[in-house]
């Protein structure tokens, strides 16, 4: 069997990954484009606002250096996950899509005092100097929460892109709006922004160089950026910087893990419909809660994967990210001996008959290795905490999800083509979103990631005329994804403003409510803007 990805070795000369790495076209090899005119980046509908946003960014870089040119704003949005929860570790394939909420990083390329100057327009956030000097050789401290660090992770995916680099003077202004800790994956929005400033102000620094044009590749972005977000202590998967980099207009992108990552575009084929993504406002902190919620699960979820190869015979399984075995690996361990998907799931019903639950001394019988082994192997590099291992309920939802991914992607790809009128398209809408309730339903029973405010909002959302909801990212707090009837999305919102924000944070200022829903469409992924665009 294929090895499953392994990112732990980025490429470091700038040679592209191979050509399977990517499929689709838009993938394939291509490079971050350059843009000059808003209208490419933004939706019609989200032009105006994202205009005097931008304004007011290079009125502010101005003001900040009057006598400096802007070179290019570097731009990296955020992603909602349409379908398939946590199961990209599982190595299952995932359906997110690109927002228009994103980073912009303003940058001046050039002075001779050999520093990089870093501010943020929230002055939440203090101005930073780094010694371009000192890049090589600085350590991130993932312990301490530092806004600058996801800057780093950023120099050190560009070092890691081309060791030899030679970084220029910059002066930056990030502008990043991508509510934190919300699920639309914010922090690796802020690492592939900035990567592609750093490896962008190299390529218009370089001696000769004519223009700042193919500074990098999108798969070289994607590698480098998975693996430059593990330096602040995060160990993601890919999902969320392949769909920030890869992102295309009126597309989803089917991110695939298993042999290799690969990212597929696939096209909405309705028009009718409109997502609407709306946050709880509960901060989710997976560097905090890790123990309890994220890093358990992933830990259920790889000891699930070894006992079942152990119990039912099915060999050493291969090992993803140095950590364990996957239930993907299982399913076609199952598959080459002719066991379909049904088949796998009454097998974990056997194996994990018990609906309690597991302690570790029972663990340690199924899987027939020492609690000392089994600490070291898989509960040392993220501690968790936990009283029974839940294999049955976290193996059912990771094989159950891939099944919904795999139904909602056949659906976009066999769009309402034999139901041609609005009602066809009404009746396809609402199948396609069922898709989504049923994974909600399933996060929250089966894998226990949500959370009262996130059942609540799918809840009001379903019924205020949703076709259909769901909680979108790790969950456990963060933000909902909701499809809605296109020409009810603005009154879908106003319900919710008043039924969910206005009820439970009474005095709440509009811009937070603002902040915390919108309608959004599939966006461009990252791009590199000129200094001198027009609208
Ligand atoms: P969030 O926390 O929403 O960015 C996390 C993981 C994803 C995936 C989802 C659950 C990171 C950076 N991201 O997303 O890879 O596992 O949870 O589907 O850890």
């Known amino acids: 069997m294929p090895r499953s990805f392994d990112f732990s070795t980025p490429t470091s000369t700038g040679s592209s990954p191979p050509s399977e790495f990517f499929e689709g076209g838009v993938g394939a090899s291509s490079f971050v484009p350059v843009i000059s005119t808003l209208s490419a980046v933004y939706s019609k509908s989200a032009l105006p606002a994202q205009e005097q946003r931008w304004g007011s960014l290079v009125a502010s870089f101005k003001r900040l250096y009057p006598n400096e040119e802007l070179t290019f704003i570097a731009r990296s949005p955020g992603r909602v996950n349409l379908i398939g929860e946590h199961i990209d570790y599982s190595l299952f394939d995932v359906l997110p899509m690109a927002i228009t909420q994103d980073v912009l990083i303003a940058v001046h390329v050039g002075g001779s005092e050999g520093k990089i100057v870093l501010n943020n327009a929230d002055p939440r956030f203090p101005t930073r100097t780094f010694n371009i000097a000192d890049l090589k050789d600085t350590e991130i401290d993932a312990t301490v929460h530092e806004w600058s660090n996801y800057f780093l992770a950023g120099v050190k995916g560009a070092l890691s892109l081309n060791p030899l680099a030679e970084i220029p003077s910059m002066h930056c202004l990030i502008d990043g ?83 290799e990552l690969k990212a597929t575009p696939i096209a909405f084929q309705a028009d009718e419909f409109a997502f609407v993504i709306a946050n709880t406002l509960v901060v989710a902190d997976k560097h905090v809660t890790g123990p309890i919620h994220y ?187 909701s499809l809605v009837p296109k020409d009810k999305a603005v009154e879908f919102v106003q319900c919710l403003k008043k039924e969910y924000y206005l009820k439970h944070f009474p005095g709440i200022s509009e811009e937070k409510i603002n902040d915390a829903i919108c309608i959004t469409e599939p966006a461009l992924g990252s791009a590199v803007v000129v200094g001198n665009y027009s609208v």
Not at 327 to 342: M, N, P, S, Y
Not at 380 to 409: I, N, S
């Open 177 to 259: 709006r991508i509510p934190t800790g919300s699920g639309l994956s914010s922090s690796s929005a802020f690492v592939c922004a900035s990567l592609l400033a750093i490896v962008t102000a190299v390529k218009a620094a370089a001696p000769g160089s004519e223009s700042f044009a193919n500074a990098v590749t999108k798969p070289d972005l994607v590698q480098s950026a998975v693996v430059s977000e593990r330096h602040v202590g995060v160990n993601s998967g890919g999902m969320d910087q392949s769909a920030s980099v890869f992102g295309v207009p009126g597309h989803a992108l089917r991110v695939q893990f298993y042999p």
């Open 295 to 481: 890093n358990l699960r992933v830990v259920e979820t790889t000891l699930a994967a070894e006992i079942l190869a152990k119990q039912c015979g099915l060999g050493p399984l291969p090992i993803r990210d140095g950590f364990g075995g996957t239930l993907r690996g299982v399913v076609e361990a199952f598959k080459v001996r002719g066991v379909d998907i049904a088949g796998v799931m009454d097998k974990v019903k056997q194996v994990f008959s018990k609906q309690e639950g597991y302690t570790l001394a029972e663990t340690v019988q199924l899987l027939g290795q020492s609690e000392i082994e089994i600490t070291q192997k898989y509960m040392t590099r993220f501690p968790v905490r936990f009283e029974r291992f839940q294999f049955r309920a976290r193996a059912l939802h990771v094989l159950e999800e891939a099944e919904r991914v795999k139904k909602y992607c056949e659906m976009l790809n066999h769009a309402p083509a034999e139901h041609g009128d609005i009602d066809g398209e009404e009746k396809y809408l609402r199948a396609l979103a069922s898709i989504m309730t049923a994974s909600h339903t399933s996060c929250r029973d089966l894998f226990d990631c949500s959370c009262a405010q996130l059942d609540e909002i799918v809840s009001l959302a379903l019924a205020n005329g949703a076709y259909g909801s769901r909680l979108s990212g790790a969950g456990w707090g963060g933000a909902t994804v």
